[in-house]
């Protein structure tokens, strides 16, 4: 019973010692390609604050966008519905003619 448990035991330290190799294995970056050129080198504070601006105007233009958007959605809707209580009403003036 004895060595039975020594072999289990040692088989998990075995497997628990595999699994922490293979996992710093996987965290080490891949070697870049033969040939590949070399990252930029790391952006200046001032390259910093003008790339946030950048994002900043891109998204204020983009939010802009989807509120115009949002707008004429509203206003094409709201068209629809008047043109459609004008049929309404015109259907409604025509029925007691006809009869």
């Not at 060595?3 to 293979?22: D, E, M, N, P, Q």
């Not at 094409?76 to 029925?95: I, R, S």
Request: hydrophobic share 60%; proline share 5%.
């Amino acid at each position: 019973m004895k060595k039975v448990l020594s072999t289990i035991v040692a088989a998990l330290v075995a497997v628990s010692f595999s699994a922490v190799v293979f996992a710093s294995d996987a965290a080490k970056p891949a070697a870049p390609a033969a040939g590949a050129e070399v990252a930029a080198p790391a952006a200046t504070p001032a390259d910093a604050k003008k790339a946030a601006a950048e994002k900043k105007a891109a998204a204020k233009k983009a939010a802009a966008e989807k509120k115009a958007a949002a707008k004429k959605a509203a206003a094409e809707k709201k068209a629809a519905a008047k043109k459609a209580a004008a049929e309404k009403k015109a259907a409604d003036v025509a029925a007691p003619a006809a009869k």
